[in-house]
Each structure stands twice: as C-alpha cells, then as structure tokens.
C-alpha cells in the first residue's frame, strides 16, 4: 500500500466520521431541544438548544483531537478516554431520556441509534487512525529502510565505483609510469647510442684528424726536403753557375786578355810599321786608325801611319768614340 492509498483511506474516514458526527449532532439538538424546553421554564426556552450544543461539541473536540493525537501518533492519557465517554453517555442518555420518561422502548431504541453510532465512530476512527498512523510509520520505516538501503547501495556503488575509478587511475598512473620509465629508457638508450656514435664519429674524426696531420706533416716534411732539396740544388746551381760564370769570366777575362795582348801586339806592331809610303788599302788603313786610337795617337799621327787624309781619320776617331758606328774592337777582331 502506498502513501497516496493511505491518504485516500484517511480522507475516506475522516469524511464518513465527520458526516456521522454533524448528522448525530443535528439530530442530538432536534430530539433533545424539546426535553430541554419541556423541563425549562417558558422564560428561559430559547437557551433549550445550548445543553446539546455543549454536548456536541465536546463530542467534536474529541473526536478532532483524538484524530489529530492519532494521527501523530500520541496518547493524551486517561482525562480524554473519560471526556469521550462522559460526552457520549450524555449524548446518549440526552437522546433517550424522553423515550424512557415515556416508557417507550421502541423510541429508546430508535433515540439511542445515533448516540451508539456517534460513540462506536469515535472509538472506531481513534483505533482506525491509529493503525493507519502506525501503517504509516511501518511504511515510513520501511521506506526509509529502503532509502537507507537504496543509500547504502549508492554510497556502496559510489564507493566500488570510487574504487574502481582509483584502481583504473592507479592502473593507469602504473601505465603512465611504465611508460614514462619505458620512453626514459629508450631515450636514455637513444642518447647513449648517439654518444656512442658521437664518440666513434670523434674517434674518427680524431683519427682522420690525426691522418690528415700526419699526412700534412709528413707532405710538410716531404716539402720541406723537397725545398732543401731545390734549395741545395739551386745553391749548388748557383754555385755552378757561379762557378761557371766566373770560370766564363776567367775564360772571358784570358781570352780578351789574350785578344788584348795579341791585339797589343797588332797594334804595336801596325803602329811599329812608321808612316806609309802611300795610301794604303782601306781596310788595313782602318786597323791601323784603330790601333792608333786605341793608343791615343792624334788624328795627324794616325793619318801618316794609313797614309789617308786627316778628315777620313777623323771620321774614323769619331766612329770609334760612337759605339754605334763600330769600335777598334769590332775592326781588330774583323782583321
């Protein structure tokens, strides 16, 4: 049964107890206003209504708050199970005194259907309300068994899926790690092998370094025999040549003192000749010209030694001062 069925029934019962309570109450006033006005005096038979109000509505205090003590499920003690049965007993000897003044037991019993309804309503609604209270606090129970089972499956399912989640985390902070170790270690191992062909690649190059050096150095040594080398032939060269140049000179040097002495002679002996007899052949006219330049004799001189004028023998002297018109040399040798 669910709360909206319990409501139904709660507003089901308290609509049927109230109907009974107004109807009781309308027909407790019109059966004891007239007993009340027939032991009234006449003076006073307008207040023949208050009696049964008072009675009635003590009946509705109860009845109300039995209901609403019911509802929250309390209990008001003795004193209100005594004012609900003193109200009905009022309510009920109210309604039959009439009858039973008249004897007339029909209407005792007739006059006491409402009373006795009125009274078995009370009794019955508190009892109905206070199993419906107490159906209500089970369901409630039940209920807040259920939702504290229901939050006890959350919190566990919230702690199995925390767990779950913090074992997948840690799962995968353990892959994240591992494979950061792994990365590490393939970079670590990556470096290492660059630096070991790094390393080679320096040794080579060192190496190559080393060959190239000793290759300069063994080219630079190689050049540098080769320049002694061409040195030692160049000064030895320049020695000979040296050698032979002043050989050449000495050579030079005897053979033009040879050419000078037999020149010399050929001058001493053209000059020892005295002066010609006649003009003599050109050629033997010049050598002695020549001869006689060479040893300074005056143009005069000259003339009587070739037999040849003085201005032909001056131009021979000035042949022989200007190289360019050939010299005494060029004359002897040509002899």
């Known amino acids: 049964m669910n709360g909206v069925q319990i409501r139904s029934a709660e507003r089901a019962l308290s609509v049927g107890t109230w109907l009974i309570v107004c109807g009781a109450m309308l027909y407790s006033i019109l059966t004891v206003t ?3 006005a ?17 009675v009635d509505a003590a009946v509705v205090i109860v009845v109300r708050l039995d209901s609403v003590l019911a509802r929250l499920g309390g209990h008001g003690g003795r004193w209100p199970v005594a004012l609900r049965w003193m109200t009905g007993a009022m309510t009920l000897a109210l309604n039959t ?12 019993a007739v006059h006491a259907v409402a009373p006795l309804l009125l009274i078995v309503t009370a009794e019955t609604g508190l009892a109905y309300r206070r199993a419906i209270t107490a159906a209500v606090k089970a369901l409630e129970e039940r209920q ?9 499956a959350r919190r566990e399912r919230e702690e199995a899926a925390r767990w779950q989640a913090r074992e997948e985390r840690e799962h995968a902070e353990k892959l994240a790690r591992e494979q950061r170790e792994h990365e590490a270690r393939l970079a670590r191992e ?5 630096e070991r062909r790094w390393r080679a690649e320096e040794e080579q190059r060192a190496a190559r370094e080393a060959a190239e050096r000793q290759e300069r150095e063994r080219r630079e040594r190689e050049r540098e025999q080769r320049d002694r080398e061409r040195e030692q032939a160049e000064r030895q060269a320049a020695e000979r040549r040296e050698r032979e140049r002043q050989e050449r000179e000495n050579r030079e ?19 020892a000749r005295g002066p010609a007899a006649g003009k003599l052949p050109e050629g033997e006219a010049r050598a002695i010209v020549a ?12 003339a009587e030694l070739c037999g040849w004028s003085v201005g032909w023998v001056s131009a021979r002297y000035a042949e022989h001062r200007d190289p360019g018109t050939g010299g005494a040399e060029l004359a002897i040798a040509s002899q």
């Open 291 to 302: 001869a006689a330049f060479g040893a300074g004799l005056s143009v005069r001189a000259a």
């Open 190 to 194: 990556a470096a290492e092998r660059e």
């Open 97 to 108: 005194a009439d009858s039973a003044l008249k004897k007339d037991l029909v209407g005792v």
């Open 34 to 36: 007239p007993l009340m």
């Open 253 to 271: 040097r005897r053979e033009r003192q040879v050419r000078e002495e037999q020149a010399e002679r050929e001058r001493s002996a053209l000059l």
């Open 38 to 54: 027939a032991h009234t005096p006449r003076a006073w038979h307008w207040t023949a209504p208050i009696l049964p109000l008072v």
């Open 144 to 152: 807040r068994a259920e939702r504290e089972r229901a939050e006890q």
